[in-house]
């Protein structure tokens, strides 16, 4: 399957450079493709995100396209998969800009898109995006050409202590992260919030990333005995272990996650332990019908099954991409990553068709909005728990 689409992807190139050479005028006014290059991961330890990922993104540009592209330009999806692996996402970015005029780029994580930042200063021609919710990249200054389908970590934090501080004021709120860079970047900068909220913090643990005998930090979590604990820097293990040891030594503390923790199938996976987990999600979940969403209609029209959070994100990180093209050649200002930034950021008030709860407003890198879900065991759905909170 995957051999016979690049073969003929390639015929497609071939065929295009073929057409350009015999009517670059034609070519010329029928305007060049907008190209969207991609470091997925579609093998490794990440792929259950990149398959998604992978997916969202094509399923937008194929409803755009169908619908006559932007300005008559056809946009034109060329991934190549990474593994998760920085040195093959690099290999992957240079073979893709190398063979296509590339202009915008899906990165597969935050060492990627702090590898590749130079690149994109020093041509220019590309705005990006990706996996990657880490507040580094939450600066325009360092980062001018990048930017967050979602709110960074430390602004996930910061609606998780929101609701908390609404739900419980004065809570005692524990940190347990992965002794990773995931993991670290929210810490400090959410104690420091959380005692502006009025909430305390009495204990932070850290432990190995996919670590299995948690029961020495379990004992030190009851001590302190917090009413919420929120985990971060994991996928799911070893979140479900903490749970029900805690809840077997009689902790009543509300568990709580950050989104790559939040799927609904990777919560669902937590078992009995996960009933009444809770976590940010700055999208909606693909069955959540709570209100009006045409786009998630047409998602579930494509796809009768769930779809993940990451193709959510996908599909996101396209649709912005296309807006902030659209609104570029409706200033007829060149293509290139300044320019795309500069009208990503003046989206105020946009309507994602309802994957988003409220519309959006994109003032720097992020886009700081968030509801708090809960997992609900019996109907094996996450409902909300909150209304959308922005930052």
Known sequence: ???????????????????????PLAHAQAGEDIVIGGSIPMTGVFA????????GIADYVKIVNDGGGIKGRKLRYVPEDTGYKVDVSVAAFKKITSQNKVNLYYGDSTAFSRTINPELERTGNIMMTGASFATELNDPV???????????YTEMFGILLRHIAKEKPGAKVAFVYSDSE???????????????LGLTVPVKIMTAPGSVDVSTEVIKLRRAAPDYTIFHGYILAPIPEFITQGKQMGMTSKWMGTFWTMDSSTVMKMGEAGDGFMGVMPY????????????????RQLHPDYQSTAY??????????????KRTLDAGKELNGKNFKAALNSIKDFDTGGLIGVPITIKGNSIPVGRVYKADMKAQKMVPASDWIAL
Request: aromatic letters at 10%.
């Open 1 to 23: 399957m995957q051999t016979s689409s690049i073969s003929q992807r390639r015929r497609a190139l071939l065929l295009a450079a073929g057409a350009s050479l015999i009517a």
């Open 48 to 55: 259950f995100a990149g398959v998604g990922i992978n997916s």
């Open 142 to 152: 360092k980062y001018p050409n990048q930017f967050l389908v979602g709110p960074d």
């Open 182 to 196: 995931f993991g670290r970047d929210p810490i400090d900068t959410s104690e420091a919030l959380a005692k502006k």
């Open 284 to 299: 909606r979940y693909y069955y959540d019908t709570s209100a009006k969403a045409p786009m998630l209609d047409k998602i």
């Open 312 to 325: 959510i994100q996908g599909f996101l990180a396209a649709m912005l991409f296309t807006e902030a093209a």
